[in-house]
């Protein structure tokens, strides 16, 4: 068992309370630390009248409480019988055992809106310090990369991003969490995990903090409390779809997508610690707003008329103690609202969402986790997607991609399903992916109004499938069927030698340091350098020439003994380089989403 692995129905701790544990233990406590934190994840935990009760060793039993949210947030609420508590190596190793807890809810009014944009502000200096020290954890994690990055410098990274909630740097805090999770999904060899997605978290938070500590305070980058709820008063919403979530971090359950009169987005969660079993269940669990009689099924095919609504900053619905809501009958794609989903060429959508700057923060990017809709027809398999193409034959051809990998969830059989069908024209509801060329990952299907080579959905459906959730059968397909259509699609993505600088920028999270200047020396670092100059990638080639020389720079201390450089200028080497490629990867992705006709033009 490796030494970041959470032990099963342990509750979530605050990453405060994590670090300060961690903090004091004595240094050859801290040595130990990972060794028995993978020991202690395989003990049973039996539920008692005390809480729950985990035998460390014969004279140490560690007791957990949780508090009314389920989250140990004090001291008192962990306890060991030992001498040393609480500050022993057996209280702390089972703390970080647990799941890393969210920051808690924070209900406040909503604020008049501002007649003219906020001007840029700056950052207070207990900002910069807060900045200054997360940047220094981050640095510190990227130069030892995961072999190295064990519970202690994940403590450190914890209680800096206390310090930068404490200073409302809560874009920052929010990436540090996000890297602290990656970190114990990718040492824990998690089923899920995915280096991209922990190198994109340690960017976020190397940049947020890079421009924070040059005194830039805009509200972007500073963010927004986590689910800030905000009173919305009445509400009426009606359901989409649903979809499973299930993160490689250990969290599972389902997101019901609802849209008001006004297009806009909102949704209702059921999101806990567990994994692909919950994920399914959830599906039919009950919804948590108001004394609403219904689940999350039913939801997803009706609607709800809600009094004293709060949502938070992405459209998530809160069920406080004054939220009340009364279920209503159900829309068809085909009417108020939801019929204007699909009533836009999907290439515009996607242009709209992938937007023409910087990629902004993934917490806040609300407009890019927006569902599109779309009227298309199935062309035939291609890998893992399906090709399809909106109707008439406008726009690029897309390839339609899982909602969710997962083997265990219904997305995966959907789709082949689908592609053994091709010539069925389809109402898809996706979500745009910004890492691949023209993919959607879709979430539901539906019928085409007035076709008759649509699906034919069972009238308990309500005229959609939820691809997590709903299995979709031969006798759902129309009778006729076509060969497959012979269709050529291009990937500049996969096509350029960008991969090449994916691969030392994620060599640089997996090894550390020492493993990017490893490739300087034996000439890797330059024949990918000389291969992207040949090709046109100049700016590509200088960041990678830029990493390799900053992580091979070494010095000699008084004795003349060589050392490893500072670890700013490698961090910061490091992220020109992952940014750079970042921008020009989603310039790539964009490229793919543009039309015949604005390519003609």
């Known amino acids: 068992m490796t030494p970041d692995t959470e032990a099963a129905g342990l ?12 903090e004091s233990l004595t240094s050859r406590l801290r040595k130990k630390l990972d060794a028995t934190v993978g020991q202690y994840a395989e003990l049973p935990v039996v539920a008692g009248a005390d809480g729950l009760t985990v035998r460390c060793g014969e004279d140490a039993v560690v007791t957990l409480t949780s508090g009314p949210d389920g989250v140990i947030t004090e001291d008192g609420q962990a306890r060991c019988s030992c001498l040393l508590a609480p500050r022993c190596l057996h209280r702390t190793a089972l703390l970080h055992c647990c799941p890393l807890a969210d920051a808690a809810p924070v209900a406040v009014e909503a604020p008049p809106a501002p007649a003219e944009p906020e001007p840029a502000a700056a950052a207070t200096a207990a900002q ?26 994940q403590a450190e990274l914890l209680r800096a991003a206390h310090t930068a909630r404490l200073a409302d740097l809560h874009r920052a805090e929010a990436a540090a969490l996000r890297v602290v999770r990656g970190l114990r999904s990718a040492r824990a060899r998690r089923d899920g995990h995915r280096l991209t997605d922990l190198t994109a978290a340690l960017r976020e938070l190397l940049l947020t903090t890079a421009l924070v500590r040059t005194g830039r305070g805009d509200a972007a980058l500073l963010g ?45 969660a059921d999101v806990r610690p567990g994994g692909p079993s919950r994920a399914r269940g959830a599906g039919t669990a ?3 707003v108001g004394a609403a009689a219904l689940d999350h099924a039913q939801l997803s095919r009706g609607g709800l008329l809600v009094s004293g609504a ?22 068809a794609w085909t009417a108020g609202p939801l019929a204007a989903l699909f009533a836009r060429p999907l290439a515009g959508a996607a242009a709209e969402r992938l937007g023409d700057g910087p990629p902004a923060d993934p917490e806040d990017d609300h407009l890019l986790q927006q569902p599109v809709g779309a009227d298309l027809v199935v062309l035939g398999a291609a890998g893992d997607s399906v090709l399809a193409q909106q109707l008439g034959g406008t726009g690029p051809v897309v390839r339609l991609a899982p909602g969710h990998p997962h083997a265990e969830l219904a997305h995966t059989a959907n789709l082949v399903r689908l592609a053994a069908h091709p010539g069925t024209e389809l109402r898809v509801l996706g979500r745009i992916d910004p890492d691949r060329a023209a993919t959607l990952r879709v979430l539901a299907v539906g019928p085409v109004p007035g076709s008759d080579r649509t699906l034919r959905l069972p009238a308990a459906w309500q005229g959609r499938a939820d691809l997590g959730y ?10 006729t069927a076509e060969p497959p259509r012979p269709v050529a699609v291009a990937d500049p993505l996969a096509d350029s030698p960008l991969w090449r600088v994916r691969r030392l920028v994620e060599l640089g999270v997996a090894g550390g340091r020492r493993a990017v200047a490893e490739s300087a020396r034996t000439g890797g670092a330059r024949t990918d350098a000389a291969t992207l100059t040949r090709t046109g990638f100049h700016g590509a080639a200088a960041r990678t020439t830029e990493l390799a020389a900053a992580a091979d720079r070494r010095g000699r201390d008084v004795f003349g003994r060589l050392t490893e450089g500072g670890a700013d200028a490698y961090a910061e080497s490091w992220l020109a380089a992952s940014v750079h490629l970042t921008a020009a990867e989603r310039e790539l992705v ?6 015949r006709e604005e390519e003609g033009s």
């Open 590 to 595: 964009r490229a793919t989403w543009r039309g």
């Open 11 to 22: 509750p979530p701790v605050t990453p405060a309370l994590l670090a300060a544990a961690v």
């Open 286 to 288: 009950p919804v948590s």
């Open 470 to 479: 709903d299995l979709l059968l031969g006798a759902h397909f129309p009778l």
């Open 310 to 331: 709060t949502a938070s900053a992405d459209g998530r619905l809160g069920s406080g103690r004054g939220v009340k809501a009364n279920p209503l009958p159900g829309l």
């Open 128 to 153: 910069v310090r807060a900045a200054d020290a997360l940047w220094t954890a981050a640095a510190a994690v990227l130069a030892a990369g995961l072999p190295a990055a064990g519970a202690v410098p």
């Open 224 to 268: 927004t409390a986590r689910r800030a709820y905000r009173a919305g008063g009445a509400l009426r919403v009606h359901g989409v779809c649903r979809e499973p979530v299930l993160t490689a971090t250990g969290y599972a359950g389902v997101v019901t997508h609802l849209l008001d009169e006004e297009g806009r987005w909102f949704s209702v």
